[in-house]
């Protein structure tokens, strides 16, 4: 019991230093794990595990074939969770470099690092090649960590987000493959009943995760399963499906429930935001747990076994000489220049799903008695544990070196996707300047999204938007919703994250009434508020520029808008092109001459307008 609890206690604190230091939870799990068990030999009165997973007769969690059981179903569980986040939309719309990231990429990684294995430690082509299918995965929990505080250009971090969410289930799958190809195999090489059994294993995988995906949807879609117990019927379906396809055809269950997840995240369920919450919650929990478990059950023997300089050649080559050439294979013809090359193959980190995979598959071909099979735990878990350690301290640094570091955040976060913050980041986006919109209003996103603008559908109360590592770029935050209580409580909340450069927000109907207390983070003018704004652009859904010929002629132009409720001044626009963000104080500029512009939302002055989104 209290080696549980203390497995569940200290799972939490690591995901929690992990928070704090902003590090990949993976990192500090695997480094309690390695103390708790192999290490802690070197040091406790009998020589044992402070923790140790398999009953030995003595002490022990799990006897027997215990933890074996735990694992597959802790890693159906976080596959199907993976699985889940895979949208069909997102592999049309990533971009040429992604998907070859995924797809040339993996091929590139897979074969090479096949071949490394093989020549570097004499391993059986079988035993090289899974290998290498299990650190093809990179996977957002690694990722996100890390490149949330350096402030990278929108395509450098799109490319790495997207590669982490998109390969996890893909590598996943693919080391699933290969080791259901060396499993019924049975040491007889590629055999026609090998083939045979493959082939099994694939139409039951795949038959079990599509069917029951579109079983439990139905079921969801017809309010067959009362709300308070969806999670948990989600999470026996999971369990049901992975173990019903394993009886069928051995070794099937991951695939099925890696096929399920794909299919239902595709699929438009009322509840599915929910359902993924839960799932994250439960992964976070058994995460913590199973790398605890995992480290921990690895022995001083199996450290010794890779202690050597072969291990170092291997990593070397899987991070200096694999990942940049699948990167630079992948990317060549785009539009990334060769710094930004650089910075995405020095990136590859290995995740969660590879070092659980590795335990898993490597102590069932352990008790198959697959010959190098001892090899696979601790090399996978050799290249995590270094990739993360790796990026997480040099990642800052390197982005400096080679010059993808920015060191101004020009990108703009309003909140709101209503007509008028679409007008308005129609304009910011026709100007060039990176403009993301979120809204809780799924509407009001995907009419942005129609726009062309870069939208997400966004709760700021969450958390999520903080991890969202394709902000690293904003420095301007602009809140234009209805409600006075959450343009308030964004500025409070992201103004040190996303409003360095300046955080602004609309006024209120109360403000407007007292000009001399007007805020200084207000937008606009004094006497405009949402309603005044959302009026004129009905009226006019145009925002227009006009030629400026001194400071005079501005501070008449205000005074103008102050007493026409249908124009509304936004942005000062210098002869250079850069954007002002005009606030209720109006008279801040004090340098006007010609070549300015005002930009205005609504009806034109006497004149017509020069630009209109």
Known sequence: MVELAGIIILGIVAQWVAWRLKLPAILPLILIGLLVGPIATLFTEDGGKLIEPIWNGEKGLFPGEGLYYFVSLAISIILFEGGLTLKRSEIRNVGPVITKLITLGSIVTFICAGIAAHYIFGLNWQISFLFSALIIVTGPTVITPILRNIPLKKDVSAVLKWEGILIDPIGALAAVLVFEFISVGEGQGYTLTALIEFGKILLFGFTFGFTFAHALAFAIKKNFIPHYLLNVVSLSVVLLVFVESDIFAHESGLLAVVVMGMVMGNMNLPNIKELLYFKESLSVLLISILFILLSANINIADLELIANWKTVALFATVVFVIRPLGVFLSASGSNLKFKEKLFIGWVGPRGIVAAGIASLFGSKLLLKGEPGAEYITPLV?????????????????????????????????????????????????????????????????????????????ANIYSDSLSDNIELNDVGYLMALTG???????????????????????????????????????????????????????????????????????????????????????????????????????????????????????????????????
């Open 381 to 457: 878990f050799m290249i995590v544990l270094g990739t993360v350690l790796l990026n997480a301290t040099t990642a800052r640094m390197f982005a400096k070196l080679v010059g993808v570091f920015l060191t101004k955040s020009e990108g703009i976060l309003i909140i709101g996707a209503s007509k008028v913050s679409r007008l308005i980041g129609s304009y910011l986006q026709d100007n060039n300047r990176h403009v993301v919109l979120i809204d809780n209003n799924r509407i009001n996103i995907e009419k942005a999204k129609k726009l062309g603008l870069e939208a997400f559908n």
């Open 483 to 613: 409600n006075s209580d959450i343009n308030n409580f964004a500025i409070n909340k992201f103004q040190d994250q996303f409003g360095e450069n300046g955080s602004f927000r609309l006024v209120t109907a109360d403000e407007m009434s007292n000009p001399e207390n007007n805020p200084k983070e207000g937008l606009f003018s004094h006497t405009d508020d949402f309603i005044k704004l959302m009026e004129a652009a009905r009226k006019n859904p145009l925002i227009h520029e006009i030629e400026l010929k001194d400071q005079e002629h501005y501070e008449g132009l205000i005074e103008i808008t102050k007493a026409d409720e249908d124009i509304i001044p936004i942005f000062l626009k210098t002869p250079e092109g850069e954007l002002k963000i005009i606030t209720s104080f109006s008279k801040e500029f004090t340098d006007i001459q010609e070549g300015h512009q005002l930009v205005y939302l609504g009806k034109p002055f006497d004149v017509q307008p020069i630009l209109a989104s």
